[in-house]
């Protein structure tokens, strides 16, 4: 059985309830915004890398870098990979043209792939294909060496050259998309 109670206790009881709600509501919120602070002014160090006249900055596991008007994003700088020797067309010789890609990495083909089209708009469009003197193992365009062709292939030695608009990408798979960032270094003239 419920013990009665005078209205002017229960309207006590009920103050005395919403006061307890009130400050732990009160309590909550405030360590919520002091928690949130604290966590944001964690000390966590920004790396950055001069290389060539130009500032790479990482952030979220990509190096970032501004060329001209482009941003690139690259998953590593020009001192964690190999220089390219070799002449290539610079950036300006893929600008509102189409680009096709033969790739045996689909990490390598990402790399330029995201660099050339997703984030700056370089390239008209981005397209498998095949080279007109290889086997052709699906059905894409036949493209030639006149075209910009982008060709990544597993190999047991490094190396990025061009014949024509033709560009070999080839290396041990765990370096192809390193290659693929040198290659975008010599193209875009940070190397």
């Known amino acids: 059985m419920r013990r009665l109670i ?8 009920k103050k005395r309830n919403r006061i307890l709600v009130g400050a732990v509501l009160i309590f909550v919120m405030f360590f919520s915004v002091i928690g949130y602070s604290l966590g944001n002014f964690q000390t966590s160090e920004t790396a950055i890398v001069n290389y060539n006249g130009f500032k790479f900055i990482q952030e979220s596991n990509l190096w970032k870098v501004s060329v001209g008007s482009f941003q690139f ?3 590593y700088n020009p ?5 390219i020797s070799s002449t290539l067309n610079l950036l300006n010789s893929y600008q509102d043209k189409p680009l096709y890609f033969s790739s045996e990495n689909s990490e390598a083909e990402s790399e330029i792939y995201n660099n050339l089209f997703i984030q700056n ?10 080279l007109s003197s290889e086997k ?4 894409y365009p036949i493209k030639t060496f006149d075209d910009n062709f982008i060709i990544i292939k597993k190999n047991n030695s490094n190396s990025v050259r061009q014949d024509k608009n033709c560009v070999f990408i080839e290396g041990k798979a765990e370096d192809l998309a390193g290659l693929s960032d ?4 010599k193209i875009t003239g940070i190397q």
């Open 136 to 139: 052709c193992s699906g059905d």
């Open 73 to 75: 994003s690259f998953r």
């Open 6 to 13: 005078s209205k002017v206790q229960e309207e006590k009881k």
């Open 79 to 83: 001192t964690q990979v190999g220089k």
């Open 182 to 185: 040198s290659f975008l270094f």
């Open 121 to 130: 708009k370089i390239v008209q469009r981005v397209q498998p294909a095949c």
